[in-house]
Protein backbone atom coordinates (compact mmCIF):
# COMPACT_ATOMS: atom_id res chain seq x y z
CA UNK A 1 0.00 0.00 0.00
CA UNK A 2 1.45 3.67 -0.91
CA UNK A 3 1.71 6.40 1.28
CA UNK A 4 -1.30 8.49 -0.30
CA UNK A 5 -3.20 4.83 0.42
CA UNK A 6 -2.35 5.18 4.04
CA UNK A 7 -3.54 8.73 4.08
CA UNK A 8 -6.63 7.74 2.98
CA UNK A 9 -7.14 5.27 5.25
CA UNK A 10 -6.04 7.19 8.45
CA UNK A 11 -9.29 10.00 6.86
CA UNK A 12 -11.56 7.47 5.93
CA UNK A 13 -11.28 5.81 9.77
CA UNK A 14 -11.38 9.59 11.70
CA UNK A 15 -14.44 10.00 9.95
CA UNK A 16 -16.11 6.50 10.73
CA UNK A 17 -14.99 7.39 14.31
CA UNK A 18 -16.54 10.77 14.34
CA UNK A 19 -19.66 9.21 13.02
CA UNK A 20 -19.35 6.77 16.07
CA UNK A 21 -18.68 10.24 18.69
CA UNK A 22 -21.91 11.30 17.87
CA UNK A 23 -23.91 8.58 17.93
CA UNK A 24 -25.27 8.88 21.21
CA UNK A 25 -25.63 12.78 21.07
CA UNK A 26 -27.13 12.20 17.84
CA UNK A 27 -29.88 9.92 18.05
CA UNK A 28 -32.09 11.29 21.16
CA UNK A 29 -34.99 11.61 19.37
CA UNK A 30 -35.65 13.44 15.55
CA UNK A 31 -34.50 16.79 16.03
CA UNK A 32 -31.51 15.10 17.87
CA UNK A 33 -30.76 13.19 14.65
CA UNK A 34 -31.88 15.74 11.89
CA UNK A 35 -30.84 18.89 13.36
CA UNK A 36 -28.02 18.06 15.97
CA UNK A 37 -30.49 19.20 18.61
CA UNK A 38 -29.97 22.67 17.25
CA UNK A 39 -26.53 22.89 19.24
CA UNK A 40 -24.82 24.13 16.65
CA UNK A 41 -22.19 27.16 16.99
CA UNK A 42 -20.91 29.99 14.17
CA UNK A 43 -17.38 27.59 13.03
CA UNK A 44 -19.22 24.41 12.44
CA UNK A 45 -22.56 26.02 10.51
CA UNK A 46 -20.00 28.50 8.73
CA UNK A 47 -17.75 25.61 7.50
CA UNK A 48 -20.71 22.65 7.36
CA UNK A 49 -22.24 25.37 5.20
CA UNK A 50 -20.06 26.15 2.98
CA UNK A 51 -18.30 22.24 2.96
CA UNK A 52 -21.41 21.04 1.74
CA UNK A 53 -21.81 23.78 -1.26
CA UNK A 54 -19.07 22.77 -2.59
CA UNK A 55 -18.82 19.45 -3.86
CA UNK A 56 -15.44 17.39 -6.15
CA UNK A 57 -16.49 19.77 -8.62
CA UNK A 58 -14.14 22.64 -6.70
CA UNK A 59 -11.35 20.18 -7.06
CA UNK A 60 -12.21 18.29 -10.36
CA UNK A 61 -14.61 21.14 -12.48
CA UNK A 62 -12.96 24.33 -11.08
CA UNK A 63 -9.51 23.39 -12.56
CA UNK A 64 -10.86 21.81 -15.74
CA UNK A 65 -12.93 25.18 -16.33
CA UNK A 66 -9.89 27.21 -15.63
CA UNK A 67 -7.07 25.12 -17.61
CA UNK A 68 -9.68 25.25 -20.83
CA UNK A 69 -10.73 29.13 -20.29
CA UNK A 70 -8.43 30.87 -18.41
CA UNK A 71 -9.11 33.50 -16.16
CA UNK A 72 -12.32 33.87 -17.52
CA UNK A 73 -13.50 31.10 -14.74
CA UNK A 74 -12.86 33.10 -12.08
CA UNK A 75 -16.16 34.34 -13.06
CA UNK A 76 -17.74 31.49 -10.73
CA UNK A 77 -15.15 31.86 -7.81
CA UNK A 78 -16.26 35.59 -8.20
CA UNK A 79 -19.79 35.13 -7.10
CA UNK A 80 -18.92 31.93 -5.32
CA UNK A 81 -16.83 33.73 -2.96
CA UNK A 82 -19.98 35.17 -0.99
CA UNK A 83 -22.70 32.85 -1.20
CA UNK A 84 -21.90 31.76 2.10
CA UNK A 85 -22.19 35.11 3.87
CA UNK A 86 -25.38 36.71 1.34
CA UNK A 87 -27.19 33.08 2.44
CA UNK A 88 -26.61 33.41 6.31
CA UNK A 89 -27.35 37.47 5.78
CA UNK A 90 -30.46 36.71 3.81
CA UNK A 91 -31.65 33.37 5.56
CA UNK A 92 -29.65 32.65 8.32
CA UNK A 93 -31.24 34.43 11.57
CA UNK A 94 -34.55 34.30 10.58
CA UNK A 95 -35.34 31.06 9.05
CA UNK A 96 -33.56 29.47 12.32
CA UNK A 97 -36.25 31.38 14.08
CA UNK A 98 -38.87 30.89 11.79
CA UNK A 99 -38.45 27.00 11.75
CA UNK A 100 -38.51 26.92 15.65
CA UNK A 101 -41.57 28.52 15.83
CA UNK A 102 -43.26 26.78 13.32
CA UNK A 103 -42.07 23.26 14.89
CA UNK A 104 -39.87 22.46 11.71
CA UNK A 105 -37.65 19.67 11.71
CA UNK A 106 -36.62 19.43 8.10
CA UNK A 107 -36.31 22.18 5.78
CA UNK A 108 -39.16 20.82 3.49
CA UNK A 109 -41.64 20.53 6.32
CA UNK A 110 -40.82 24.49 6.90
CA UNK A 111 -41.62 25.41 3.66
CA UNK A 112 -45.32 23.47 4.73
CA UNK A 113 -45.22 24.98 8.06
CA UNK A 114 -44.58 28.49 6.73
CA UNK A 115 -47.05 27.71 3.65
CA UNK A 116 -49.92 25.75 5.39
CA UNK A 117 -51.23 23.17 2.53
CA UNK A 118 -49.98 19.99 2.08
CA UNK A 119 -49.38 20.09 -1.44
CA UNK A 120 -46.29 22.54 -0.35
CA UNK A 121 -44.67 19.49 0.93
CA UNK A 122 -46.39 16.82 -1.88
CA UNK A 123 -45.09 19.11 -4.23
CA UNK A 124 -41.43 19.82 -2.83
CA UNK A 125 -40.61 16.96 -1.39
CA UNK A 126 -40.49 14.81 -5.05
CA UNK A 127 -38.42 17.40 -7.04
CA UNK A 128 -35.80 17.98 -3.80
CA UNK A 129 -35.74 13.56 -3.48
CA UNK A 130 -34.96 13.35 -7.01
CA UNK A 131 -32.76 16.65 -7.93
CA UNK A 132 -30.65 15.56 -4.36
CA UNK A 133 -30.20 11.46 -5.39
CA UNK A 134 -29.18 12.76 -9.08
CA UNK A 135 -26.92 15.09 -7.28
CA UNK A 136 -25.60 12.27 -4.59
CA UNK A 137 -24.82 10.13 -6.75
CA UNK A 138 -22.30 12.24 -8.99
CA UNK A 139 -20.68 12.20 -5.81
CA UNK A 140 -20.57 8.35 -5.25
CA UNK A 141 -19.34 8.29 -9.10
CA UNK A 142 -16.41 11.29 -8.08
CA UNK A 143 -15.24 9.75 -4.67
CA UNK A 144 -15.17 6.32 -6.54
CA UNK A 145 -12.87 7.48 -9.49
CA UNK A 146 -11.02 9.49 -7.08
CA UNK A 147 -10.01 6.42 -5.16
CA UNK A 148 -9.70 4.40 -7.91
CA UNK A 149 -7.05 7.15 -9.25
CA UNK A 150 -5.00 6.80 -6.04
CA UNK A 151 -4.96 3.48 -5.04
CA UNK A 152 -5.66 1.54 -8.45
CA UNK A 153 -8.01 0.02 -6.81
CA UNK A 154 -11.09 -1.21 -9.18
CA UNK A 155 -13.60 1.24 -9.81
CA UNK A 156 -16.55 -1.14 -8.90
CA UNK A 157 -14.45 -1.30 -5.27
CA UNK A 158 -13.36 2.36 -5.28
CA UNK A 159 -16.91 2.97 -5.42
CA UNK A 160 -18.45 0.57 -2.81
CA UNK A 161 -15.48 1.77 -0.07
CA UNK A 162 -16.34 5.72 -0.64
CA UNK A 163 -20.34 4.86 -0.43
CA UNK A 164 -19.90 1.86 2.92
CA UNK A 165 -17.82 4.86 5.11
CA UNK A 166 -20.13 8.09 3.87
CA UNK A 167 -23.15 5.63 4.69
CA UNK A 168 -21.48 4.24 8.28
CA UNK A 169 -21.14 7.80 9.69
CA UNK A 170 -24.40 9.29 7.97
CA UNK A 171 -26.17 6.03 9.66
CA UNK A 172 -24.86 6.29 13.03
CA UNK A 173 -24.53 9.82 13.87
CA UNK A 174 -27.49 11.83 11.69
CA UNK A 175 -26.85 15.50 11.41
CA UNK A 176 -24.51 15.40 14.32
CA UNK A 177 -22.03 13.53 12.19
CA UNK A 178 -22.33 15.10 9.12
CA UNK A 179 -22.27 18.64 10.88
CA UNK A 180 -18.76 17.72 12.34
CA UNK A 181 -17.40 15.69 9.92
CA UNK A 182 -17.95 18.47 7.28
CA UNK A 183 -16.11 21.24 9.68
CA UNK A 184 -13.12 18.52 9.63
CA UNK A 185 -13.74 18.20 6.25
CA UNK A 186 -13.98 21.85 5.09
CA UNK A 187 -10.52 22.40 6.73
CA UNK A 188 -8.85 19.29 5.28
CA UNK A 189 -10.19 20.96 2.14
CA UNK A 190 -8.45 24.24 2.74
CA UNK A 191 -4.83 22.66 4.02
CA UNK A 192 -5.31 20.61 0.71
CA UNK A 193 -5.64 23.41 -1.35
CA UNK A 194 -3.70 26.01 -0.24
CA UNK A 195 -0.52 23.06 -0.25
CA UNK A 196 -0.94 22.30 -4.05
CA UNK A 197 -1.24 26.22 -4.40
CA UNK A 198 1.74 27.01 -2.28
CA UNK A 199 3.58 24.12 -4.48
CA UNK A 200 2.32 25.71 -7.79
CA UNK A 201 4.01 28.92 -7.25
CA UNK A 202 6.71 27.63 -6.22
CA UNK A 203 7.38 25.17 -9.12
CA UNK A 204 6.73 28.09 -11.83
CA UNK A 205 8.17 30.76 -9.96
CA UNK A 206 5.88 32.53 -8.56
CA UNK A 207 2.63 33.93 -9.70
CA UNK A 208 3.95 36.56 -12.01
CA UNK A 209 6.44 34.64 -14.07
CA UNK A 210 3.90 31.97 -14.40
CA UNK A 211 0.66 34.42 -15.37
CA UNK A 212 3.64 35.77 -18.29
CA UNK A 213 4.05 32.16 -18.97
CA UNK A 214 0.47 31.51 -19.91
CA UNK A 215 0.00 34.78 -21.82
CA UNK A 216 3.07 33.75 -24.19
CA UNK A 217 0.36 30.72 -24.90
CA UNK A 218 -2.56 33.05 -25.30
CA UNK A 219 -3.07 36.85 -23.99
CA UNK A 220 -6.81 36.27 -23.86
CA UNK A 221 -6.42 33.32 -21.03
CA UNK A 222 -5.70 35.91 -19.22
CA UNK A 223 -8.40 37.91 -19.41
CA UNK A 224 -12.02 38.07 -17.93
CA UNK A 225 -13.49 37.21 -21.46
CA UNK A 226 -12.45 34.33 -22.34
CA UNK A 227 -9.96 32.56 -24.96
CA UNK A 228 -11.41 34.14 -27.77
CA UNK A 229 -11.15 37.57 -26.58
CA UNK A 230 -13.92 40.03 -25.86
CA UNK A 231 -15.63 39.97 -29.08
CA UNK A 232 -17.11 36.77 -27.92
CA UNK A 233 -18.22 37.15 -24.34
CA UNK A 234 -21.08 35.82 -23.88
CA UNK A 235 -22.24 38.38 -21.27
CA UNK A 236 -25.54 36.41 -19.83
CA UNK A 237 -23.34 33.51 -19.04
CA UNK A 238 -20.79 36.24 -16.96
CA UNK A 239 -23.68 37.37 -15.42
CA UNK A 240 -25.40 33.96 -14.90
CA UNK A 241 -22.35 32.84 -13.39
CA UNK A 242 -21.71 35.74 -10.68
CA UNK A 243 -24.98 35.87 -9.41
CA UNK A 244 -26.41 31.92 -9.93
CA UNK A 245 -23.40 30.62 -7.58
CA UNK A 246 -24.20 33.29 -5.46
CA UNK A 247 -27.52 33.16 -4.41
CA UNK A 248 -28.52 29.79 -5.79
CA UNK A 249 -27.34 27.74 -2.52
CA UNK A 250 -30.54 30.04 -0.73
CA UNK A 251 -32.84 27.25 -2.52
CA UNK A 252 -30.47 24.41 -1.93
CA UNK A 253 -32.82 22.18 1.08
CA UNK A 254 -29.35 20.45 1.69
CA UNK A 255 -27.78 23.79 3.13
CA UNK A 256 -30.40 25.46 3.98
CA UNK A 257 -30.67 22.41 6.63
CA UNK A 258 -27.76 24.32 8.56
CA UNK A 259 -29.69 27.69 9.32
CA UNK A 260 -32.29 25.81 11.39
CA UNK A 261 -29.48 23.57 13.01
CA UNK A 262 -28.33 26.76 14.53
CA UNK A 263 -27.58 27.09 18.24
CA UNK A 264 -29.01 30.60 18.16
CA UNK A 265 -30.62 32.72 15.55
CA UNK A 266 -27.49 34.91 16.23
CA UNK A 267 -25.08 32.74 15.41
CA UNK A 268 -25.62 33.61 11.66
CA UNK A 269 -23.56 36.69 12.34
CA UNK A 270 -20.60 35.46 13.30
CA UNK A 271 -20.58 32.10 10.67
CA UNK A 272 -20.62 35.05 8.30
CA UNK A 273 -17.27 35.94 9.21
CA UNK A 274 -15.59 32.29 8.96
CA UNK A 275 -18.03 31.76 5.89
CA UNK A 276 -16.32 34.61 3.91
CA UNK A 277 -12.55 34.36 5.36
CA UNK A 278 -13.15 30.29 3.93
CA UNK A 279 -14.25 31.09 0.80
CA UNK A 280 -11.63 33.94 0.31
CA UNK A 281 -8.72 31.68 0.88
CA UNK A 282 -10.20 28.70 -0.55
CA UNK A 283 -12.16 29.33 -3.90
CA UNK A 284 -9.84 31.09 -6.02
CA UNK A 285 -6.94 28.57 -5.21
CA UNK A 286 -8.73 25.81 -7.72
CA UNK A 287 -8.82 27.86 -10.30
CA UNK A 288 -5.39 29.48 -10.31
CA UNK A 289 -3.87 26.05 -9.90
CA UNK A 290 -6.03 25.41 -13.29
CA UNK A 291 -4.68 28.27 -14.99
CA UNK A 292 -1.15 27.28 -14.16
CA UNK A 293 -1.68 24.18 -15.09
CA UNK A 294 -0.93 25.16 -18.44
CA UNK A 295 2.40 25.93 -18.04
CA UNK A 296 3.25 22.96 -15.85
CA UNK A 297 1.20 20.50 -17.91
CA UNK A 298 0.21 21.33 -21.45
CA UNK A 299 -0.51 18.23 -23.00
CA UNK A 300 -3.09 17.16 -20.49
CA UNK A 301 -5.48 14.46 -21.89
CA UNK A 302 -8.34 15.20 -19.22
CA UNK A 303 -8.39 18.56 -17.82
CA UNK A 304 -10.97 17.29 -14.88
CA UNK A 305 -7.37 16.13 -13.37
CA UNK A 306 -5.58 18.97 -13.45
CA UNK A 307 -5.70 20.02 -9.97
CA UNK A 308 -4.46 16.28 -9.26
CA UNK A 309 -1.97 15.92 -11.56
CA UNK A 310 -0.54 19.40 -10.70
CA UNK A 311 -0.96 17.89 -7.04
CA UNK A 312 1.21 14.74 -8.16
CA UNK A 313 4.21 16.82 -9.73
CA UNK A 314 4.80 19.48 -7.49
CA UNK A 315 3.84 17.72 -3.86
CA UNK A 316 6.01 15.11 -2.41
CA UNK A 317 4.14 11.81 -2.07
CA UNK A 318 2.90 11.79 1.49
CA UNK A 319 1.51 15.70 0.56
CA UNK A 320 -0.37 13.99 -2.49
CA UNK A 321 -1.55 11.58 0.44
CA UNK A 322 -3.09 14.55 2.02
CA UNK A 323 -4.27 16.36 -0.98
CA UNK A 324 -6.26 13.28 -2.15
CA UNK A 325 -7.99 12.92 1.30
CA UNK A 326 -9.05 16.79 0.48
CA UNK A 327 -10.58 16.49 -2.45
CA UNK A 328 -12.93 13.16 -0.88
CA UNK A 329 -13.17 15.58 1.96
CA UNK A 330 -14.86 17.57 -0.81
CA UNK A 331 -16.73 14.82 -2.29
CA UNK A 332 -17.73 13.22 0.89
CA UNK A 333 -19.13 16.46 3.01
CA UNK A 334 -21.44 16.72 -0.20
CA UNK A 335 -22.64 13.54 -0.36
CA UNK A 336 -23.20 12.90 2.98
CA UNK A 337 -25.12 15.95 3.69
CA UNK A 338 -27.20 15.11 0.71
CA UNK A 339 -27.98 11.39 1.60
CA UNK A 340 -28.78 12.99 4.95
CA UNK A 341 -31.27 15.44 3.55
CA UNK A 342 -32.83 12.62 0.94
CA UNK A 343 -32.94 10.27 3.95
CA UNK A 344 -34.70 13.11 5.92
CA UNK A 345 -37.27 13.89 3.32
CA UNK A 346 -38.58 10.68 2.69
CA UNK A 347 -38.78 9.60 6.17
CA UNK A 348 -40.37 13.31 7.86
CA UNK A 349 -41.58 14.73 4.46
CA UNK A 350 -42.86 11.45 3.01
CA UNK A 351 -43.70 8.88 4.93
CA UNK A 352 -44.78 10.84 8.83
CA UNK A 353 -46.35 12.91 6.91
CA UNK A 354 -48.39 10.99 4.37
CA UNK A 355 -48.22 7.42 5.22
CA UNK A 356 -47.51 7.08 9.28
CA UNK A 357 -48.24 10.23 10.94
CA UNK A 358 -48.14 8.93 14.30
CA UNK A 359 -45.33 6.93 14.34
CA UNK A 360 -42.40 8.18 16.75
CA UNK A 361 -39.12 9.91 16.87
CA UNK A 362 -37.42 6.78 17.36
CA UNK A 363 -39.26 5.04 14.43
CA UNK A 364 -38.58 8.01 12.09
CA UNK A 365 -34.88 7.92 13.02
CA UNK A 366 -34.70 4.23 11.84
CA UNK A 367 -36.93 5.10 8.71
CA UNK A 368 -34.24 7.68 7.72
CA UNK A 369 -31.39 5.45 8.59
CA UNK A 370 -33.24 2.73 6.09
CA UNK A 371 -34.06 5.07 3.48
CA UNK A 372 -29.91 6.44 3.66
CA UNK A 373 -29.07 2.96 3.30
CA UNK A 374 -31.45 2.28 0.56
CA UNK A 375 -30.88 5.35 -1.58
CA UNK A 376 -27.06 4.56 -0.88
CA UNK A 377 -27.59 0.97 -2.73
CA UNK A 378 -29.70 1.87 -5.88
CA UNK A 379 -27.22 4.91 -6.46
CA UNK A 380 -24.13 2.34 -5.58
CA UNK A 381 -26.24 -0.09 -8.10
CA UNK A 382 -26.44 3.08 -10.99
CA UNK A 383 -23.10 4.63 -10.42
CA UNK A 384 -21.34 0.97 -11.22
CA UNK A 385 -23.34 0.06 -13.95
CA UNK A 386 -23.64 3.31 -15.94
CA UNK A 387 -22.09 6.20 -14.18
CA UNK A 388 -23.71 9.21 -16.25
CA UNK A 389 -21.79 12.57 -16.53
CA UNK A 390 -20.68 13.69 -13.20
CA UNK A 391 -20.83 17.56 -13.86
CA UNK A 392 -23.61 16.93 -16.34
CA UNK A 393 -25.97 15.61 -13.76
CA UNK A 394 -24.44 17.67 -10.68
CA UNK A 395 -25.11 21.21 -12.85
CA UNK A 396 -28.58 20.05 -14.01
CA UNK A 397 -29.69 19.19 -9.92
CA UNK A 398 -28.42 21.88 -8.58
CA UNK A 399 -30.10 24.19 -11.10
CA UNK A 400 -33.18 22.68 -10.70
CA UNK A 401 -33.44 23.02 -6.83
CA UNK A 402 -31.85 26.90 -7.00
CA UNK A 403 -34.74 27.76 -9.77
CA UNK A 404 -37.57 25.55 -7.62
CA UNK A 405 -36.46 26.43 -4.00
CA UNK A 406 -34.64 30.58 -3.85
CA UNK A 407 -37.83 32.42 -4.18
CA UNK A 408 -39.91 30.25 -1.68
CA UNK A 409 -37.26 30.49 0.84
CA UNK A 410 -36.74 33.69 0.49
CA UNK A 411 -40.21 35.24 0.49
CA UNK A 412 -40.81 32.69 3.18
CA UNK A 413 -38.88 34.86 5.65
CA UNK A 414 -39.20 37.85 4.06
CA UNK A 415 -42.70 38.83 2.97
CA UNK A 416 -45.56 38.26 4.76
CA UNK A 417 -47.63 38.44 1.53
CA UNK A 418 -46.28 35.50 0.19
CA UNK A 419 -48.82 32.52 0.26
CA UNK A 420 -49.57 28.96 -0.43
CA UNK A 421 -50.74 29.20 -4.48
CA UNK A 422 -47.95 31.71 -4.84
CA UNK A 423 -45.43 29.10 -3.67
CA UNK A 424 -46.85 26.10 -5.34
CA UNK A 425 -46.86 28.29 -9.08
CA UNK A 426 -43.44 29.16 -8.46
CA UNK A 427 -42.30 25.98 -7.01
CA UNK A 428 -43.69 24.17 -10.37
CA UNK A 429 -42.38 27.42 -12.76
CA UNK A 430 -38.90 27.35 -11.33
CA UNK A 431 -38.66 23.70 -12.38
CA UNK A 432 -40.16 23.20 -15.65
CA UNK A 433 -38.35 26.09 -16.95
CA UNK A 434 -35.67 25.31 -15.79
CA UNK A 435 -35.64 21.68 -16.90
CA UNK A 436 -37.95 22.80 -20.45
CA UNK A 437 -34.87 25.23 -21.14
CA UNK A 438 -32.06 22.84 -20.76
CA UNK A 439 -33.79 20.16 -22.46
CA UNK A 440 -34.94 22.06 -25.39
CA UNK A 441 -31.34 23.27 -26.07
CA UNK A 442 -32.12 26.84 -25.35
CA UNK A 443 -29.14 27.75 -23.48
CA UNK A 444 -26.21 27.68 -26.22
CA UNK A 445 -28.69 29.66 -28.82
CA UNK A 446 -28.81 31.88 -26.44
CA UNK A 447 -26.52 31.90 -23.99
CA UNK A 448 -28.82 32.19 -21.06
CA UNK A 449 -28.06 30.06 -17.94
CA UNK A 450 -31.62 27.93 -17.00
CA UNK A 451 -31.07 28.62 -13.46
CA UNK A 452 -31.66 32.37 -14.11
CA UNK A 453 -34.36 32.05 -16.27
CA UNK A 454 -35.89 29.20 -13.90
CA UNK A 455 -35.45 31.54 -10.82
CA UNK A 456 -36.90 34.80 -13.10
CA UNK A 457 -39.52 32.75 -13.58
CA UNK A 458 -39.98 31.18 -10.39
CA UNK A 459 -39.79 34.91 -8.81
CA UNK A 460 -42.27 36.29 -10.79
CA UNK A 461 -44.59 33.79 -10.25
CA UNK A 462 -44.83 33.82 -6.37
CA UNK A 463 -45.27 37.97 -6.98
CA UNK A 464 -47.57 38.02 -9.48
CA UNK A 465 -49.53 34.82 -8.03
CA UNK A 466 -49.63 35.22 -4.03
CA UNK A 467 -51.02 39.54 -5.06
CA UNK A 468 -53.36 37.92 -7.02
CA UNK A 469 -55.26 35.43 -4.44
CA UNK A 470 -54.16 37.26 -0.87
CA UNK A 471 -58.18 37.98 -0.94
CA UNK A 472 -59.55 34.03 -1.50
CA UNK A 473 -56.13 32.57 0.28
CA UNK A 474 -54.75 35.03 3.14
CA UNK A 475 -51.59 34.04 4.83
CA UNK A 476 -53.25 32.30 8.24
CA UNK A 477 -53.08 34.73 11.23
CA UNK A 478 -50.41 32.22 13.11
CA UNK A 479 -47.82 32.32 10.58
CA UNK A 480 -47.69 36.03 10.24
CA UNK A 481 -48.11 36.32 13.63
CA UNK A 482 -44.43 34.00 13.72
CA UNK A 483 -43.29 36.25 11.41
CA UNK A 484 -43.91 39.31 12.97
CA UNK A 485 -42.23 37.75 15.98
CA UNK A 486 -38.93 36.73 13.45
CA UNK A 487 -38.52 40.21 12.36
CA UNK A 488 -38.24 41.23 16.30
CA UNK A 489 -34.78 40.76 18.52
CA UNK A 490 -35.61 39.03 21.71
CA UNK A 491 -36.35 35.35 22.90
CA UNK A 492 -39.79 33.58 21.49
CA UNK A 493 -42.34 34.18 23.73
CA UNK A 494 -43.79 31.04 25.61
CA UNK A 495 -47.23 31.21 23.64
CA UNK A 496 -45.98 31.07 20.45
CA UNK A 497 -44.15 28.10 21.11
CA UNK A 498 -47.22 26.38 22.94
CA UNK A 499 -48.99 24.98 20.49
CA UNK A 500 -45.95 22.22 19.67
CA UNK A 501 -45.59 18.98 19.56
CA UNK A 502 -43.24 16.29 18.21
CA UNK A 503 -44.62 15.90 14.93
CA UNK A 504 -46.78 18.39 12.84
CA UNK A 505 -46.34 21.47 15.33
CA UNK A 506 -46.60 24.20 13.14
CA UNK A 507 -50.23 22.61 11.70
CA UNK A 508 -52.46 25.11 13.59
CA UNK A 509 -55.48 25.48 12.98
CA UNK A 510 -56.23 22.48 11.98
CA UNK A 511 -57.74 22.31 8.42
CA UNK A 512 -55.55 25.63 7.23
CA UNK A 513 -53.58 23.26 5.71
CA UNK A 514 -56.40 21.97 3.49
CA UNK A 515 -56.57 24.72 1.40
CA UNK B 1 0.43 44.40 -12.06
CA UNK B 2 1.24 40.16 -11.66
CA UNK B 3 1.83 40.17 -15.44
CA UNK B 4 -2.30 40.46 -15.67
CA UNK B 5 -4.23 43.30 -17.42
CA UNK B 6 -5.34 45.67 -15.38
CA UNK B 7 -9.39 44.99 -15.67
CA UNK B 8 -8.65 41.58 -14.59
CA UNK B 9 -6.56 42.82 -11.55
CA UNK B 10 -9.64 45.09 -11.04
CA UNK B 11 -12.59 42.01 -11.30
CA UNK B 12 -10.57 39.63 -9.17
CA UNK B 13 -9.28 41.37 -6.49
CA UNK B 14 -12.13 44.25 -6.71
CA UNK B 15 -15.03 41.95 -6.31
CA UNK B 16 -13.91 39.70 -3.29
CA UNK B 17 -13.42 43.74 -2.05
CA UNK B 18 -16.93 44.11 -2.27
CA UNK B 19 -17.99 40.55 -0.54
CA UNK B 20 -15.44 41.54 2.47
CA UNK B 21 -17.48 44.64 2.53
CA UNK B 22 -20.73 43.21 2.50
CA UNK B 23 -19.35 40.98 5.25
CA UNK B 24 -18.20 43.75 7.38
CA UNK B 25 -22.11 45.94 6.92
CA UNK B 26 -23.64 42.98 7.29
CA UNK B 27 -21.85 42.58 11.24
CA UNK B 28 -22.27 46.17 11.71
CA UNK B 29 -25.98 46.15 10.85
CA UNK B 30 -27.03 42.60 13.13
CA UNK B 31 -24.75 43.95 16.36
CA UNK B 32 -27.97 44.45 18.17
CA UNK B 33 -28.35 40.64 18.00
CA UNK B 34 -26.44 40.27 21.14
CA UNK B 35 -29.07 41.05 22.37
CA UNK B 36 -31.47 38.29 21.36
CA UNK B 37 -29.19 35.79 23.44
CA UNK B 38 -28.99 37.89 26.92
CA UNK B 39 -33.26 37.70 26.41
CA UNK B 40 -33.01 33.82 25.83
CA UNK B 41 -30.44 33.56 28.61
CA UNK B 42 -32.89 35.60 30.87
CA UNK B 43 -35.87 33.74 29.52
CA UNK B 44 -34.12 30.18 30.77
CA UNK B 45 -32.97 31.39 33.50
CA UNK B 46 -36.43 32.55 34.32
CA UNK B 47 -38.00 28.80 34.53
CA UNK B 48 -37.97 28.09 30.80
CA UNK B 49 -40.14 30.55 29.49
CA UNK B 50 -38.94 31.54 26.05
CA UNK B 51 -37.20 29.78 23.66
CA UNK B 52 -37.06 26.90 23.58
CA UNK B 53 -38.88 25.54 26.23
CA UNK B 54 -42.61 26.42 26.11
CA UNK B 55 -44.46 27.18 29.59
CA UNK B 56 -42.36 30.01 31.67
CA UNK B 57 -42.05 33.84 31.07
CA UNK B 58 -43.42 35.24 28.16
CA UNK B 59 -42.33 38.59 28.69
CA UNK B 60 -38.83 38.60 27.08
CA UNK B 61 -37.36 41.58 26.14
CA UNK B 62 -38.46 42.33 21.97
CA UNK B 63 -36.32 45.29 20.64
CA UNK B 64 -37.86 46.96 17.29
CA UNK B 65 -36.73 45.32 13.75
CA UNK B 66 -33.25 45.01 13.67
CA UNK B 67 -32.46 47.42 11.11
CA UNK B 68 -32.95 45.33 7.86
CA UNK B 69 -30.10 43.60 8.40
CA UNK B 70 -31.34 39.77 8.17
Request: a neutral charge; one cysteine or more; aromatic letters at 10%.
Amino acid sequence: MNIETWFLVIYFVAMAAIGVATLKMGNKDSEGFLLGGRSLGPAVTALRLQSSSMSGYMFLGAGSLAYTKGYFSLWYAMGDIGGGVLNLSILGRRMRKLSQILGSLTSIEYLEHRYPSRWIRAIAAPIAVACIFFYVMTQFIAGGRGLEMVTGIPYAWALLIAVGVIVFYTFLGGYLAVAYTDFVQAIIMLIGMLWILIGTMQAIGGWTVGNEAVGEINPNLLTMWGPDGIESVQWGVIIGAVLVFSIGYMGWPHVNVSHMAMKRPSVARTASMYATGFNLLFIPAPYIVGVMALILLPTLDNPELAVFQVADTVLPDFAVGIVMAGIMAAIMSTADALLLQSGTIASQDLFRRFVKPDMTDRQSVWISRFTVLILAIIGYWVAVNDPPSVAEVAIFATTVLGAAFVPVYVAAAWWKRANVPGAIVSMILGTVSSVGWQLAGLVDSTGIDPMGIGIVCSTLAIIIVSLATQRSHPVPEHVLAALEETEKIGAIPAHLLAGQNDALAGQVPKGAGEK
Amino acid sequence: MFGLPAATVAIIFGIPAVWVLYTLVFVYLSRGWKAEDVAEDRALLNGGGGSPRPGGDDTGPAASANGGAA
